[in-house]
Nanobody
Framework: QVQLVESGGGLVQAGVPLRLSCAAS????????MGWFRQAPGKEREFVAT????????YYADSVKGRFTISRDNAKNMVYLQMNSLKPEDTAVYIC???????????????????WGQGTQVTVSS
């Protein structure tokens, strides 16, 4: 069982950076690939970024590539999402998730994740 708690969201102006954090419980954090998803009002939950167990492999949605960076600290059971060059269309609830699967090609899909946090709201004003 893994519990995930996100933090760091807020209201920012376009272009201002923001870093989200996700704290994971349990001693087996390093055995999970981690991902960030987001969900805007009236829209489907969409993939944002994923990181492998060691942190050596990352993958991003095209919409955030070059602006967002996912990272993890296995010693602290933490995963982060650094968001730069934010745009109003990035406004959403950002949700952290953990996957026990081993195939990177699975990670952009919601069904690959076993555990989900409650999310943190990010609002970007123009």
């Amino acid at each position: 069982q893994v519990q995930l708690v996100e933090s760091g969201g807020g209201l920012v102006q376009a272009g201002v950076p923001l870093r989200l954090s996700c704290a994971a419980s349990g001693r087996t954090f390093s055995s999970y690939a981690m991902g960030w998803f987001r969900q805007a009002p009236g829209k489907e939950r969409e993939f944002v970024a994923t990181i492998s167990r060691s942190g050596g492999i990352t993958y991003y949605a095209d919409s955030v590539k070059g602006r967002f960076t996912i990272s993890r600290d296995n010693a602290k059971n933490m995963v982060y999402l650094q968001m730069n060059s934010l745009k109003p269309e990035d406004t959403a609830v950002y949700i952290c998730a953990a996957s026990s699967r081993h195939r990177m090609s699975d990670y952009p899909t919601r069904g690959a994740y076993d555990y989900w946090g409650q999310g943190t709201q990010v609002t970007v004003s123009s």
